[in-house]
């Protein structure tokens, strides 16, 4: 199947019309990662559950973030790019999707998010972009500046986070 051989760590669970649950790759774009981008993700990337609908595929599944979980003020405000029923906020408008597409282009896009997500509660960007990072490199070096950052603050202090 596609998603699986895309998204190894995506298990198939047959809960209402199905959804895949698990965690998405760090980096699935195609360009190579920066530099910095394990320590500005904690090594991980998003965990999701990928809720399929009744509907599907003439709309999308709902994809939730599960780790990190945005905080419920965030599903209220359109910078962090979440609905305000918590799932992610991919497309401009709902109609952008392609039923003849492939789900593994949204889970893409998901992981994509969650590099952003970590940009944005770092202050490294002020609100999530309009075209994601996905097809846009532009802020591939904030990434990278980010950790070097966070570096020099580790060794200044003996402490680190990540998001």
């Not at 405000?77 to 282009?105: F, K, M």
């Not at 980010?146 to 680190?160: E, F, P, V, W, Y």
């Amino acid at each position: 199947m596609e998603v699986t051989a895309q998204f190894p760590d995506l298990r198939w669970a047959q809960a209402g019309a199905g959804e895949w649950q698990g965690r998405l790759p760090m980096w699935p774009l195609d360009r190579l990662a920066p530099d910095g981008l394990s320590d500005v993700l904690g090594g991980r990337g998003l965990q999701v559950a990928v809720v399929y609908r009744q509907a599907y595929p003439m709309v999308p599944p709902r994809i939730y973030p599960l780790a990190p979980r945005p905080e419920p003020v965030e599903c209220t405000q359109t910078r962090w790019h979440v609905n305000g029923d918590g799932s992610l906020c991919l497309y401009r408008t709902e109609t952008a999707w392609d039923p003849r597409g492939s789900i593994c282009d949204l889970l893409v896009k998901a992981a994509a998010w969650r590099v952003e997500y970590a940009l944005v509660k770092a202050g490294a960007l002020p609100a999530m972009t309009v075209n994601g990072i996905v097809s846009d490199p532009a802020h591939d070096e904030l990434i990278a500046d980010l950790a070097r950052h966070r570096a020099k603050g580790d060794r200044a202090t003996g402490s680190g986070t990540s998001l």
